[in-house]
Structure formats: structure tokens, C-alpha cells
T-cell receptor
Framework: EAGVAQSPRYKIIEKRQSVAFWCNPISGHATLYWYQQILGQGPKLLIQFQNNGVVDDSQLPKDRFSAERLKGVDSTLKIQPAKLEDSAVYLC?????????????FGPGTRLTVT | GNSVTQMEGPVTLSEEAFLTINCTYTATGYPSLFWYVQYPGEGLQLLLKATKADDKGSNKGFEATYRKETTSFHLEKGSVQVSDSAVYFCALIYNQGGKLIFGQGTELSVKP
């Protein structure tokens, strides 16, 4: 079974530029999550999708971050414009359904450096 | 609010040493508790879980017991191996379908 795929693995941009990350969850997984992991901290949930609907985006900085999962499969997370404090690893995860949210399968992450 | 606190790392041990990584939580009610592990270059993966007080989760020689009286879920292993070197995250979910709340992670380095 293929795991959660993310791209790119690394990205370096200057502040005020925009960037997009892509995630393809495990086939058949209805729930998809985006996390931000700042160095030395645990992952923090940014947004959770159930199929193509948003379940929780309470910690997403909506003035600069956006995410979509249009067909209920893969997803993109965008930052525009980026700030220095956005430097982090962005993790995508999926679970079979929302009620099994404890068993999430994580991708390798995208390491973003904003200079 | 709900939160998880782990002991700071890095923790450096010799092979076959005993491991304890402390984890305490703050939550209203009775959350479910988890340990996730992140091996170098890989994504996080679920290591073990416990869903109610006094439950013991176990996997790959690791164990953790859900202690409601001390609000703790310490991770233990009797004899670590070099291959156990990774970052370990304690986490909780407050209700079914809720979001995972992670601790800050503890890096473990095992030397041969």
C-alpha cells in the first residue's frame, strides 16, 4: 500500500513570496490533515478535511494560508505572502475516516525555509 | 485547554539500556493517549495507544500505561537498540474524531 505522498520535499523562498505544497493521501482515506511543525515543537493542526469539506480550520492563519481538496482526494496548501515565521516542516496526514483520527498516516513532510 | 508536556531531549543511551520518556497531559475529562515515533527521514507513525485509565499500550517492546491519577503516559523500553534512535511524540485526542494534540517531541539517540 502506497503511503502519503508530499511534494516538494524542500523549498526555500524569500519573504513575501508565495509557495504551494501538494499532498496525495492513502487511497480510500476520507480524512486529510495539514500540520505545521516548527523546529523543536510538536505538529500543530492547521486544517482538517473530511472528503472535500473542511472540518476544522480554527488554527489556520486565513489571511495568508489557504488549502483545498477539491475532489476529495489530493490537496494543496498555499502560503501567500510568506513570512519568516512560516519556516517549518509542513506535514500531511490521512486517516480512513474521522472517527479513526487517532491513527493517522503521515507523509515525509515539506521543509520550508523563508529567508 | 488540552495540552501535552514531554521531557526535554536529546536523550542519549547506550545499547541495551532502559528507556523512560516522561509524558504528562492536561485535559478535561478522559482523553485517549498515544505515542508516535518519527525515524530519521520518515513520517510520523503510530507506536502505541491507550484509550482509558489503567490501559497499557505496547508495541515493538515499548510500553506505556495510562495513569489518570498522575495524568501521565510515560514511554518505557527495557533494552533499547540503535534502531530505536528517533524522535518520540506523546499525543492526546480529547474525543472520538477530535484532533491530535502533540507534545514537543523527545529525541532519542542510542549508541552502540
Amino acid at each position: 500500500e502506497a503511503g502519503v505522498a508530499q511534494s516538494p520535499r524542500y523549498k526555500i523562498i524569500e519573504k513575501r513570496q508565495s509557495v504551494a505544497f501538494w499532498c496525495n493521501p492513502i487511497s480510500g482515506h476520507a480524512t486529510l490533515y495539514w500540520y505545521q511543525q516548527i523546529l523543536g515543537q510538536g505538529p500543530k493542526l492547521l486544517i482538517q478535511f473530511q472528503n472535500n469539506g473542511v472540518v476544522d480550520d480554527s488554527q489556520l492563519p486565513k489571511d495568508r494560508f489557504s488549502a483545498e481538496r477539491l475532489k476529495g482526494v489530493d490537496s494543496t496548501l498555499k502560503i501567500q505572502p510568506a513570512k519568516l515565521e512560516d519556516s517549518a516542516v509542513y506535514l500531511c496526514a490521512s486517516s480512513l475516516r474521522q472517527t479513526t483520527s487517532y491513527e493517522q498516516y503521515f507523509g515525509p513532510g515539506t521543509r520550508l525555509t523563508v529567508t | 485547554g488540552n495540552s501535552v508536556t514531554q521531557m526535554e531531549g536529546p536523550v542519549t543511551l547506550s545499547e541495551e539500556a532502559f528507556l523512560t520518556i516522561n509524558c504528562t497531559y492536561t485535559a478535561t475529562g478522559y482523553p485517549s493517549l498515544f505515542w508516535y515515533v518519527q525515524y530519521p527521514g520518515e513520517g510520523l507513525q503510530l507506536l502505541l495507544k491507550a484509550t482509558k485509565a489503567d490501559d497499557k499500550g505496547s508495541n515493538k517492546g515499548f510500553e506505556a500505561t495510562y495513569r489518570k491519577e498522575t495524568t501521565s503516559f510515560h514511554l518505557e523500553k527495557g533494552s533499547v537498540q540503535v534502531s530505536d534512535s528517533a524522535v518520540y511524540f506523546c499525543a492526546l485526542i480529547y474525543n472520538q474524531g477530535g484532533k491530535l494534540i502533540f507534545g514537543q517531541g523527545t529525541e532519542l539517540s542510542v549508541k552502540p
